[in-house]
């Protein structure tokens, strides 16, 4: 029962690298989501698919973009990394739009 | 945006007492959802709520939806120490569209054996 699988699990970039964070769930979830948890501000919610082929901005989307690439994949990219984007980084997912979210074990990533 | 304010901040604890937390919005909640999170990896589901007033146990975990459905509180009977952790409550308004989780902060659990 792997869940949500979120790959790689830790990264290290340079400012100004690209980088795609993914995400795969098994339980054939109609919505997937993308957080960031900083110290002190629990999770933010990046961006949000409520159903495959739909994907839309959520309170902190300045600097990411995101393609769900089919009902089980959503992916998370960083064009261009800047220091303010190191964080934890959770992807989630749920059965349909307002049932509760499953969540897979974060990326952490950092930027230099 | 919407807030939640999750209360107290952190518990230290015996093992053996019993805990409250709580969160409190100004916003009404259709859904309200409490995690569990361990160090290095991703919240974890404990109980969810989908009607105000609803009262609902998970083992030694109750939580209630508040029937203003402003707030909800979480009970742990009995402490362990693997109740150690971060406790997050979550409110979604339900909404077609546009409905998002919002998290509060969390509670910083620790229980002394």
């Known amino acids: 029962n792997a869940g949500v699988t979120q790959t790689p699990k830790f990264q290290v970039l340079k400012t100004g690298q690209s980088m795609t964070l993914q995400c795969a769930q098994d339980?054939?979830?109609?919505?997937m989501y993308w957080y960031r948890q900083d110290p002190g501000m629990g999770l933010r919610l990046i961006y949000y698919?409520?159903?495959?082929?739909?994907?839309d901005k959520g309170e902190v989307p300045n600097g990411y973009n995101v393609s769900r690439l089919n009902k089980r994949e959503f992916s998370l990219r960083l064009e261009s990394a800047a220091p303010s984007q190191t964080s934890v980084y959770f992807c989630a997912s749920s059965e349909a739009f307002d049932l509760a979210q499953h969540f897979g074990d974060g990326t952490r990533l950092s930027i230099l | 945006g919407q807030q939640l304010n999750q209360s107290p901040q952190s518990m230290f604890i015996q093992e053996g007492e019993d805990v409250s937390m709580n969160c409190t919005s100004s916003?009404?909640?259709?859904?309200w959802l409490w995690y569990k999170q361990d160090p290095g990896e991703g919240p974890v589901l404990l109980i969810a709520?989908?009607?105000?007033?609803e009262l609902t146990s998970n083992g030694r975990l109750t939580a209630q939806f508040g029937i203003t459905r402003k707030d909800s509180f979480l009970n742990i009977s009995a402490s362990i120490p693997s109740d150690v952790g971060i406790y997050f409550c979550a409110g979604q308004k339900g909404e077609t569209s546009g409905s998002r989780l919002t998290f509060g902060e969390g509670t910083q659990l620790t229980v002394n054996p």
């Open positions: 709520l989908y009607k105000a007033g």
């Open positions: 698919s409520a159903s495959e082929g739909t994907t």
């Open positions: 916003s009404i909640f259709n859904t």
């Open positions: 339980m054939n979830h109609n919505s």
